[in-house]
């Protein structure tokens, strides 16, 4: 495991900018115990900041609000990756998107590689749109338009 940087390396920006598969930790609002979701709307403005949007129901924003202390977990060049840093709400709803969203954006404190020692990830888990693939498109497009403008 190398020490931790402070920005995500270019490398692992492509990984984050469409329809990624992000593990997101918050802490609980009520009880502070760690709470993991799966998200994929994900974009990576820059090394420093990245930007996710959920339901704007979501325990995740409560969480956000109350700690907003985060971690952000993915997969790409073959290992796995923990992003630490400070989430907050940039927009609330998220504007021209059909769905009530909100947008987090986390500054980016600390990036480490996560896999355990001598190992490397050979095959990345893929996850499939289980609802009709050209409405999953268009939403996808409207949700992303949205956050890069937030």
């Given at each position: 495991?190398?020490?931790?940087?402070?920005?995500?390396?270019?490398?692992?920006?492509?990984?984050?900018?469409?329809?990624?598969?992000?593990?997101?930790?918050?802490?609980?609002?009520?009880?502070?115990?760690?709470?993991?979701?799966?998200?994929?709307?994900?974009?990576?403005?820059?090394?420093?900041?990245?930007?996710?949007?959920?339901d704007r129901r979501s325990r995740i924003v409560a969480?956000?609000?109350?700690?907003?202390d985060v971690a952000a977990s993915f997969f790409g060049?073959?290992?796995?990756?923990?992003?630490?840093?400070?989430?907050?709400?940039?927009?609330?709803?998220?504007?021209?998107?059909?769905?009530?969203?909100?947008?987090?954006?986390?500054?980016?404190?600390?990036?480490?590689?996560?896999?355990?020692?001598?190992?490397?990830?050979?095959?990345?888990?893929?996850?499939?749109?289980?609802?009709?693939?050209?409405?999953?498109?268009?939403?996808?497009?409207?949700?992303?338009?949205?956050?890069t403008k937030a």
């Amino acid at each position: 495991m190398a020490d931790p940087v402070n920005a995500l390396p270019e490398s692992l920006l492509p990984k984050l900018r469409h329809n990624a598969f992000v593990f997101l930790t918050t802490l609980d609002a009520d009880t502070g115990a760690p709470q993991m979701n799966a998200v994929s709307w994900v974009h990576a403005v820059s090394p420093e900041r990245i930007r996710i949007a959920v339901d704007r129901r979501s325990r995740i924003v409560a969480n956000v609000q109350s700690r907003p202390d985060v971690a952000a977990s993915f997969f790409g060049d073959n290992s796995f990756h923990t992003v630490n840093g400070t989430a907050r709400i940039i927009a609330d709803p998220l504007e021209d998107v059909p769905l009530k969203l909100a947008c987090l954006e986390i500054e980016v404190a600390a990036v480490r590689d996560a896999m355990f020692y001598g190992s490397r990830v050979s095959v990345e888990p893929e996850y499939e749109k289980t609802y009709d693939q050209r409405a999953a498109d268009k939403l996808d497009g409207q949700v992303f338009d949205a956050m890069t403008k937030a």
